[in-house]
């Protein structure tokens, strides 16, 4: 294995590396009905890991840190020794959102703690299974890691609330709202209970880090369209955000294919601001 991995897997590679010792792959898709989904069929060997339950500490009330919130790190080093990972294992996660979903989400909180081996497959399930990955039902049962984690830290930069409402209309940062644009403009909001969008964000949809087949695009072309996007902006000036800190890690995915240091992220996201007193753009007021 390379000394340091690709943050994104071919199909072809995953295919290719299926013996290998140390790898344990994670089914991440989330949604309706995700567990019963993956238990009907998912890729040979992959473990469930469950949104709501492993990778969120999900609140009673989302405006105080929005609909998924980070676990707290001994919860999430219990995830990752039920899931059979320790600090060597290699790990590659899918979805069935091309990443989008929450597998993005997991390699960004593997990343976060210093967890190098770790990649996202591209084109997620169904490309893996055209590729030929053999398909199993039922459930995986994980292997007992060689080392147990001890995590000290979220070591990947976090933004919270009070920082983007200071620095959302300042030329010097850019805040990136990465949803569709119709959420962003306020015309449909099919999950939080207002539509719209923070006041001096910009638009640039998740998406568009993919091509017309569903894959990534190549680093040379995130590494452009990113570039320009942040038009001579240190990283430590670009917060990223979605509706609740999943699919904004997605972008921050493709950063790092790219070759970019990888911004901050506002888990928070619209779920938590739409919440509060702050202003608000959205159709009905502008």
């Not at 609330?161 to 805040?175: G, Q, R, S, T």
């Not at 990283?235 to 955000?241: E, G, K, L, R, T």
């Amino acid at each position: 294995m390379p000394q340091k991995l690709s943050p994104i897997s071919k199909p072809s590679e995953l295919v290719a590396s299926v013996q290998e010792k140390n790898l344990v792959i994670v089914d991440a898709r989330a949604g309706a009905g995700a567990k019963e989904r993956y238990a009907a069929g998912h890729l040979e060997g992959a473990l469930f890991v469950d949104l709501e339950k492993q990778l969120a500490n999900v609140p009673a009330d989302a405006s105080k840190g929005g609909r998924h919130p980070l676990p707290d790190l001994t919860q999430f080093a219990q995830v990752l020794t039920q899931l059979g990972i320790g600090p060597d294992t290699h790990v590659v996660v899918y979805d069935d959102k091309n990443g989008g979903n929450a597998a993005a989400r997991f390699w960004w909180m593997l990343k976060a703690i210093g967890h190098e081996n770790v990649q996202v497959l591209d084109g997620g399930l169904d490309a893996a299974v055209k590729a030929g990955f053999p398909v199993s039902s039922g459930e995986e049962t994980p292997a007992t890691p060689e080392k147990t984690y001890e995590i000290l830290q979220w070591m990947l930069p976090l933004s919270d609330i009070n920082e983007v409402e200071k620095v959302a209309n300042d030329a010097d940062y850019l805040v990136i709202d990465v949803r569709d644009k119709d959420r962003f403009d306020g015309k449909v909001e099919p999950i939080d209970l207002i539509a719209g969008h923070i006041p001096g964000a910009a638009n640039i949809p998740f998406t568009s880090n993919l091509d017309a087949n569903g894959f990534f695009l190549s680093p040379a072309e995130l590494k452009e369209k990113y570039t320009e996007a942040l038009n001579g902006r240190d990283a430590q000036h670009v917060i990223v955000h979605c509706g609740s800190g999943v699919t904004a890690c997605h972008t921050l995915l493709a950063m790092a294919y790219a070759e970019m240091e990888i911004p901050k992220l506002y888990v928070g996201s619209w779920s938590e601001w739409s919440r509060t007193d702050r202003p608000m753009f959205t159709l009905s007021k502008d």
